[in-house]
């Protein structure tokens, strides 16, 4: 069996406890408007172009039997409609203008790669994190990876969203030592609005999953614009209070980095631009859910 990843990152600290590896799997059930990782969102492979770093070899020309490579009025230019997502292009690419998001990878091919950060989870009590796009919608391969992780005295994460069939989640429940999973909004017409689905399904999840006695914590995107409302987040406290195995909650300021990210895949980053919350903004937030009890982790 493989899956299909877009990114390895090592040496991550905001994933979990410890020095982590966090495998990125493509693929996602949500469209948030404010993505960082908007490459994750399609479960297909993708053409991301950063032509600010071409050198003008023109090999992309000579392997592209598509003609998605194009010089239009003496620039660079790319048609993705025309793009078959062969791979071709990126392969021959030196200068890092065109990456290919996605690639296909075996179990023991991923455990190769993270076996050999091993030295640095036994150090800080660190280990692997799965995460996404949404990685629970490859729940089989993440599964399989779990397990062999947990084989080999690594400590797992599964970074989630919850808005998959709870089927997934059985999958992964026997292997998983901590679940990151994300809230952004209780009201579901609010949730509808900024992610394209309902909330219901992935607060059904956090329950059952809470009753399994799994090890969450909560993530909570803190976004000015958005979801960043006291009645939000007072909801959201008095929600989680009432859960048995919540570890705490961790709020994240908004970020733009996936603006860059938009643009290298041919999208507009205009309209999905939002502020960022400062300091007293994001310390009146955690104050909200320290009242109510919850342990708060802040970066």
């Not at 908007?38 to 023109?58: D, L, N, V």
């Not at 200068?95 to 690639?103: D, E, F, K, L, P």
């Not at 949404?134 to 080999?152: D, I």
């Not at 205009?270 to 970066?299: H, W």
């Given at each position: 069996m493989?899956?299909r990843?877009?990114?390895?990152?090592?040496?991550?600290?905001?994933?979990?406890?410890g020095?982590?590896t966090?495998?990125?799997?493509?693929?996602?059930s949500?469209e948030?408007?404010w993505?960082?990782?908007?490459?994750?969102?399609?479960?297909?492979?993708?053409?991301?172009?950063?032509?600010?770093k071409?050198?003008?070899?023109?090999?992309?020309?000579?392997?592209?039997?598509?003609?998605?490579?194009?010089i239009?009025?003496?620039?660079?230019?790319?048609?993705?409609?025309l793009?078959?997502?062969?791979g071709?292009?990126?392969?021959?690419?030196?200068?890092?203008?065109?990456?290919?998001a996605?690639?296909?990878?075996?179990?023991?091919?991923?455990?190769?790669?993270?076996?050999?950060d091993?030295?640095?989870?036994?150090?800080?009590?660190g280990g692997?994190?799965?995460?996404?796009g949404?990685?629970?919608?490859q729940?089989?391969?993440?599964a399989l990876?779990?397990?062999?992780?947990?084989a080999?005295?690594i400590n797992t994460?599964?970074?989630?969203?919850?808005?998959?069939?709870?089927?997934?989640?059985e999958?992964?429940?026997?292997?998983?030592d901590?679940f990151l999973y994300?809230?952004k909004?209780?009201?579901?017409k609010l949730?509808?609005?900024l992610?394209?689905?309902?909330?219901?399904?992935?607060?059904?999840?956090?329950r059952?999953?809470?009753?399994e006695?799994?090890?969450?914590r909560i993530?909570?995107?803190?976004i000015?614009?958005?979801?960043d409302?006291?009645?939000?987040?007072?909801?959201?406290?008095?929600?989680?209070s009432s859960?048995?195995?919540?570890?705490?909650?961790?709020?994240?300021?908004?970020?733009?980095l996936?603006?860059?990210?938009l643009?290298?895949?041919?999208?507009?980053?205009?309209?999905?631009?939002f502020?960022?919350?400062g300091?007293?903004r994001?310390?009146?937030?955690?104050?909200i859910?320290?009242?109510?009890?919850l342990?708060?982790?802040s970066?």
């Amino acid at each position: 069996m493989t899956g299909r990843i877009f990114d390895i990152q090592r040496f991550s600290i905001h994933d979990g406890p410890g020095i982590r590896t966090t495998v990125f799997m493509k693929g996602c059930s949500l469209e948030c408007a404010w993505c960082h990782n908007p490459e994750s969102i399609s479960p297909g492979m993708q053409i991301q172009t950063y032509f600010s770093k071409c050198i003008g070899c023109g090999r992309c020309f000579e392997v592209c039997t598509n003609g998605a490579h194009m010089i239009i009025d003496g620039e660079r230019a790319y048609d993705g409609s025309l793009c078959k997502s062969c791979g071709r292009c990126a392969a021959e690419c030196y200068s890092g203008a065109i990456v290919m998001a996605g690639r296909e990878v075996s179990v023991d091919e991923l455990m190769t790669e993270i076996e050999a950060d091993m030295p640095f989870y036994k150090d800080s009590e660190g280990g692997v994190t799965f995460s996404g796009g949404e990685p629970l919608l490859q729940s089989e391969f993440v599964a399989l990876a779990l397990k062999r992780c947990k084989a080999a005295g690594i400590n797992t994460a599964v970074d989630t969203a919850g808005n998959v069939k709870y089927s997934a989640f059985e999958r992964v429940l026997p292997y998983t030592d901590l679940f990151l999973y994300d809230l952004k909004a209780m009201d579901d017409k609010l949730h509808r609005f900024l992610t394209g689905v309902s909330n219901k399904l992935l607060l059904d999840n956090l329950r059952a999953i809470d009753r399994e006695g799994a090890t969450i914590r909560i993530r909570v995107p803190v976004i000015t614009g958005a979801n960043d409302h006291n009645d939000n987040f007072m909801e959201m406290a008095e929600f989680l209070s009432s859960l048995n195995c919540i570890q705490g909650v961790e709020p994240l300021p908004y970020h733009s980095l996936g603006a860059g990210k938009l643009e290298s895949l041919g999208e507009e980053a205009e309209g999905r631009l939002f502020e960022t919350p400062g300091k007293e903004r994001m310390d009146y937030v955690c104050s909200i859910f320290q009242n109510a009890g919850l342990r708060v982790f802040s970066r």
